[in-house]
């Protein structure tokens, strides 16, 4: 007998036990928490459905996708060794990251305005960062912390693992408490702004980062 899901990506019969897994597991080898993978379910990202008795059954390789997916975003196509640092590329880019689509416009239209010549590239959550990170290899990354599907806190963790982002600019623009973001383990060594945040001291941050990195590159080339 067939199940059938509300979700648009639901298959048709049951696969082999061996080649899905429980909304946990998928959870697990996601690292993500059990509610983002019912979002990613709800939204298509997954391919599930819901057995007799309502339990969720994943199809493994769609996790498997997403898994190379991500591994995918923040490794370089070309070797690491033979990518350019981004201060020896042409322009500069920010990517700006947050769940609501109309703070990411504000922030586009005031940081647009402030004359700094860089490319700025928009995303949706944390993993949609990773994925815009390893295309562009910014110089900078302004994030919300609160999001769905991977949330910031994770997203840092991950770029920080990597030597290739680990000393990326990240500056975070959060709703959440400085007590509830120091708890969740943000390195100290990342600026925090509130929102809704003062667009005259996040410039001056901004400034800063991007001046100090002009004067690296020219301290190398000197």
Not at 25 to 36: C, K, N, P, Y
Not at 61 to 71: D, G, I, K, M, T
Not at 108 to 131: N, P, Q, T, V, Y
Not at 189 to 211: C, W, Y
Request: glycine share 8%.
């Amino acid at each position: 007998m067939t199940s059938h899901s509300n979700s648009p990506s639901a298959q048709q019969s049951d696969p082999a036990s061996s080649e899905v897994c429980s909304t946990k597991e998928a959870a697990s080898l996601l690292g993500v928490s059990h509610r983002t993978v019912q979002l990613w379910v709800e939204s298509g990202v997954l391919q599930a459905w819901k057995t007799a008795g309502g339990h969720r059954r994943i199809l493994l390789s769609s996790v498997h996708r997403l898994v190379a997916q991500r591994n995918q975003a923040v490794s370089a196509n070309a070797p690491a060794a033979a990518a350019p640092e981004p201060e020896a590329a042409a322009g500069r880019r920010i990517v700006m990251a947050d769940d609501d689509a109309t703070l990411l416009r504000l922030y586009e239209l005031e940081i647009s305005g402030w004359g700094l010549d860089a490319e700025l590239i928009k995303a949706r959550d944390g993993f949609d960062a990773l994925i815009r990170i390893g295309e562009a290899r910014p110089h900078l990354l302004i994030s919300d912390l609160n999001m769905p599907g991977m949330d910031g806190f994770r997203m840092v963790r991950t770029l920080r693992a990597d030597p290739r982002y680990g000393k990326m600019a990240i500056v975070v623009i959060s709703g959440l408490d400085r007590a509830t973001i120091a708890s969740m383990g943000l390195p100290e060594d990342i600026p925090v702004f509130s929102k809704p945040v003062r667009f005259a001291e996040l410039r001056k941050t901004v400034e800063q980062i991007f001046g100090a990195g002009a004067e690296a590159g020219e301290q190398q080339s000197g």
